[in-house]
């Protein structure tokens, strides 16, 4: 397992123009959350639920990785092995920097894919910035049923947390980039490593900044470069 554990949330893709549904403006705006991002809407409102997500995936499509996701995947290029990166954000900017799916943990999905709506069918499709119906009319090939966004809806179980809990288990040092805490308890996270590092615009009610060795309250792009050093010294060491 990874002796480094970098977890990141909507703060770091914000800074390559990514809305994030706290923002007051944009796209979220325009959508009631309640009817577009809960567990049934694909049953209850499928078809405004589609054309959010379809309009959600035309909006990163024309988006660019930022200094710290060209950072961050440097790393752990440089060390495979030794960082798992684990990340909230279902954009794919990452990817946009040259890392695949085994490099990078999606914990609530990932935007330009889609899947089947029968959990019993394994029918993953990449769509890139495509709309959805214009994959076999948004209908499964392999058993007919409706395609769904493969993202983690609100309600619903997110399977790759098992691989988180995994891998704070065995980490030695954990980094926090642009999250709020609201999702995931970051506080508990921090108490299972030696040394740890908060780095978001500004303090969170969510998050006890005390609990980790150092905190950047900043931009990540302004002090991803530090972030990256202390983590070089760490497993250089």
């Not at 030695?172 to 490593?193: D, E, H, K, P, R």
Request: net charge negative; with cysteine; hydrophobic share 35%.
């Amino acid at each position: 397992m990874a002796r480094v554990v970098v977890l990141s949330g909507a703060g770091l893709s914000a800074q390559s123009g990514i809305s994030t549904f706290r923002d007051s403006n944009g796209l979220w705006e325009n959508y009631d959350l309640k009817i577009v991002c809960d567990a049934s809407s694909m049953y209850k409102n499928k078809d405004i639920t589609i054309e959010f997500y379809d309009k959600r995936r035309e909006d990163i499509k024309d988006k660019l990785p930022n200094h710290a996701h060209n950072v961050l995947a440097k790393l752990k290029k440089q060390y495979p092995n030794d960082i798992a990166l684990i990340t909230q954000n279902v954009d794919d900017l990452f990817e946009k920097v040259g890392l695949n799916d085994t490099e990078v943990i999606h914990l609530h999905g990932y935007l330009p894919q889609i899947r089947c709506l029968n959990e019993q069918c394994s029918n993953i499709k990449d769509i890139g910035y495509n709309k959805q119906n214009t994959y076999n009319n948004g209908t499964c090939e392999l058993c007919g049923n409706t395609m769904r966004p493969n993202i983690v809806f609100f309600g619903e179980m997110a399977p790759r947390y098992e691989e988180l809990n995994t891998h704070i288990q065995d980490c030695q040092m954990l980094v926090v980039i642009g999250t709020s805490g609201n999702v995931i308890g970051v506080n508990t996270l921090a108490n299972f490593v030696d040394i740890s590092i908060l780095n978001n615009l500004e303090p969170s009610e969510a998050i006890y900044d005390e609990l980790f060795t150092k905190v950047l309250y900043d931009k990540t792009t302004n002090v991803i470069d530090e972030i990256a050093l202390d983590i070089k010294r760490f497993l250089n060491d």
